[in-house]
């Protein structure tokens, strides 16, 4: 179309393929979009499901490192994030480019900044998502950050009920190849 898009997936133009909701059709859960699995995921990518883009590790296969994923560099990295490769999301600074441009005078993102009165910031002087007097969105029933909450299945906890980056057997990230904590590894 005369916005360089595909005319159906256009929003502008009207596409058949856009819902009332703004999205593409089979893509929309409030829709009960074909691409949406039981579990409100697209299906492709839906561990339960089995979803073709899920490698044997349960990850996505492009970002696994074990598979050699497409996204992967040689120095194990998500391509597009690695600094030594060039990545496309690294800015001239080496930072990642969707917030260099938010980077205040004291070197922070200005949102989380204290000192610059960061919107992210409440009045307990914490991050409002993750400050449970406000109610942050990022705290769980149980009271904890309802990433690293095993009851609540938290996305950083593994399969072993670990942190996921410093689990020897996932292969975090936080585990050095002598297969110790790297910021403790004397080798390192």
Same mark, same amino acid.
């Given at each position: 179309c005369e916005h360089g898009r595909q005319r159906s997936r256009c929003k502008e133009c009207g596409g058949s393929s856009i819902c009332e909701h703004g999205r593409v059709q089979s893509r929309c859960k409030e829709c009960g979009g074909s691409s949406i699995c039981e579990h409100g995921r697209v299906r492709s990518q839906c561990k339960e499901c089995g979803g073709s883009s899920i490698c044997e590790h349960g990850r996505v296969r492009s970002r696994c490192k074990e598979c050699g994923g497409s996204? +992967? =560099? !040689?120095? /194990?990295?998500?391509?597009? @994030?690695c600094k030594e490769c060039g990545g496309s999301s690294i800015c001239e600074q080496g930072r990642q480019r969707s917030r260099c441009k938010d980077i205040c005078e004291h070197g922070r993102r200005r949102s989380r900044c204290k000192e610059c009165g960061g919107s992210s910031i409440c009045e307990h002087g914490? @991050?409002?998502? @993750? =400050?449970? &007097? #406000?109610? /942050?969105?990022? +705290? =769980? !029933?149980?009271?904890r950050v309802r990433s690293r909450c095993k009851e609540c299945g938290g996305s950083s906890i593994c399969e072993h009920g670990r942190q996921r980056s410093q689990c020897? &057997? =996932? /292969?975090?990230?936080? +585990? #050095? &190849?002598?297969?110790? @904590?790297?910021?403790q590894c004397k080798e390192c």
């Open positions: 996204s +992967i =560099c !040689e120095h /194990g990295r998500r391509r597009s @994030q914490r @991050q409002r998502s @993750q =400050c449970k &007097e #406000c109610g /942050g969105s990022s +705290i =769980c !029933e149980h009271g020897k &057997e =996932c /292969g975090g990230s936080s +585990i #050095c &190849e002598h297969g110790r @904590q790297r910021s």
